[in-house]
């Protein structure tokens, strides 16, 4: 029987410690976690995600604030407004919700970020923590972070010889999620658009990672049996079934098909996305804890 993993629930659970160690800091210092959240423009999508940021970091008890500024933003005063929040002592958590509107250019910003605030551990200093391989000492990019507790529930801590395949190589997700599988002793292979018979490379994978903006491209044909697959895309199709100009979302995989397959599987909805979300709160709550000493 194909196990589907319920990410709600597990994000649930992250979210319930989270909630205990913010209370603990607060009654034992004082301190109040704090996180705020940075959005630019009207992509709606952007500000579906921004909003279920910001909501959860109230429910977990964090000052939560939210700056929304208008599409017209230029790069200085995105730039002074980073500044300001590195300087607010009350905020542990920066994040500049991406990606910019195209005048703007992102990478100045993220590594402008104090690293000790950067809880979507995108500053150079935090992912080069991770490729370094320490693994406590920043703050790890959320979404893999997230995946990340999805395999050791598998497989447990230690992968030692597991093919682990992610696809895709962004910053944001494919990088970071390949060195936390290396750190764990899988041996892995990033893939890509340019990788030739991706459908090949992919089969031999224990754990399979798709990461690659395409609505449900990875097929049965692609996963060894007996596969961990794990869908880290959130792609809005055409639903004419809901009604006219209706959307659902969908994963990079395939899912009803590939559940066949797959000994463990993610939905989309209801996967990864909310671990996102949950570890976000985590390293909100760590980094407040290491301002506190
Ligand atoms: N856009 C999509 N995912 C993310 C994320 O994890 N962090 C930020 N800042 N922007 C995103």
Redesign the pocket.
Known sequence: MTTVIDGKQVAASVIDAVKAASQTLQDETGIKTGLAVVIVGNDPA?HA?VSAKSRMAKECGFTSVQHTLPEETTQEELAALVQTLNEDESLHGI?????LPKHLKSEPIIQSILPEKDV?GLHVVNAGKVATGDLDGGLVS??PAGAMVFVRRTHGEDLSGLNAVVIGRSN?FGKPMAQLLLAANATVTIAHSRTKDLPAVCRGADILVAAVGRPQMVKADWVKPGATVIDVGINRIAAPERGEGKFRLVGDVAFAECAEVAEVITPVPGGVGPM?IAMLMANTVIAAYRKAG
Do not use: A, R
């Not at 994040?95 to 990606?99: K, R």
């Open positions: 952007s995600y994040l500049v919700q991406l990606p979507d959320c979404t944001l996102t």
